[in-house]
């Protein structure tokens, strides 16, 4: 039987948690708004990591920053981290929330349309 939660998968989170906390406290840079870590998705061998984020008034920069200070990241979790290998760290925009807004209005305007179409027959 396969376990539940893979160690990529429990990696994944402690990197997630331990980022979320690093990029608000450590990193000053002020082209870096509001950074919410959602996801981080670490290959099997632990050697690379995904790092989706979402950025409060995203204008482009946040995201280029971010992986420019990867290197410095990356050093912060080994040191609060007890891995052999830390993952090398690429953050990607993550932009689920605007899908799911759009699909959200999609919705919302076919049940406004049947409403419609029901009322004039």
């Known amino acids: 039987m396969p376990k539940e939660y893979s160690r990529a998968v429990r990696v ?3 990197i997630r948690r331990e980022l979320a906390v ?3 406290q450590e990193i000053k840079d002020p082209r870096i ?3 919410t870590v959602s996801e981080v998705r670490v290959s099997p061998d632990l050697s690379h990591a995904k790092v989706f ?3 409060l008034g995203e ?3 946040s995201v280029k920053v971010l992986n420019r200070a990867g290197h410095f990241l990356r050093h912060e979790l080994a ?3 007890v891995l052999r290998i830390t993952p090398s760290l690429q953050f990607v925009h993550d ?3 605007e899908r799911g807004a759009r699909l959200s209005s999609l919705i919302d305007a076919s049940v406004a349309a049947d409403k419609d179409k029901a009322r004039n027959q």
């Open 12 to 14: 994944g989170e402690q």
């Open 95 to 97: 932009d689920t929330p």
């Open 79 to 81: 040191r609060r981290m």
């Open 59 to 61: 204008d482009g920069d």
């Open 53 to 55: 984020v979402t950025i």
């Open 33 to 35: 708004g509001m950074v």
């Open 22 to 24: 690093l990029i608000q």
